[in-house]
Nanobody, 125 residues
Framework: VQLAESGGGLVETGGSLRLSCAAS????????LGWFRQSPGKEREFIAA???????VYSEKVKGRFTISRDNVQKKVFLQMNSLKPEDTAVYYC????????????????????WGQGTQVTVSS
């Protein structure tokens, strides 16, 4: 599966953004899907993930503010981000893997998973 993110941009503190990730390739419904982010000088970190049956997992940093969802017909995964803070500024990546996410350690595995190219989110203070 190939992934392409969109929807990033510049927003003020307290604002909202909705990221989208479109998939192409193998049957979409079988994949676990997730969002990660990486800020300059920091490691990429897990944000949220959703399994084929819509079971979700969230990082404590975003729980209650971000919502992950998927549309298996459109072959898309979304990240609704509300109450944005300057510390949410990062490049956001979507990810896919055949392994279903069960906790915040989920991540695409080499040879089995894939990453999108990323989309920049900047939250101004």
């Amino acid at each position: 599966v190939q992934l392409a993110e969109s929807g990033g941009g510049l927003v003020e503190t307290g604002g909202s953004l909705r990221l989208s990730c479109a998939a192409s390739g193998r049957p979409f419904v079988s994949y676990g899907l997730g969002w990660f982010r990486q800020s300059p000088g920091k490691e990429r970190e897990f944000i949220a993930a959703i399994s084929w049956n819509n079971s979700t997992v969230y990082s404590e940093k975003v729980k209650g503010r971000f919502t992950i969802s998927r549309d298996n017909v459109q072959k898309k995964v979304f990240l609704q981000m509300n109450s944005l803070k300057p510390e949410d500024t990062a490049v956001y990546y979507c990810a896919a893997d055949l392994a279903a996410p069960s906790d915040t350690n989920w991540a695409p595995r080499p040879l089995y998973g894939t990453w999108g190219q990323g989309t920049q989110v900047t939250v101004s203070s």
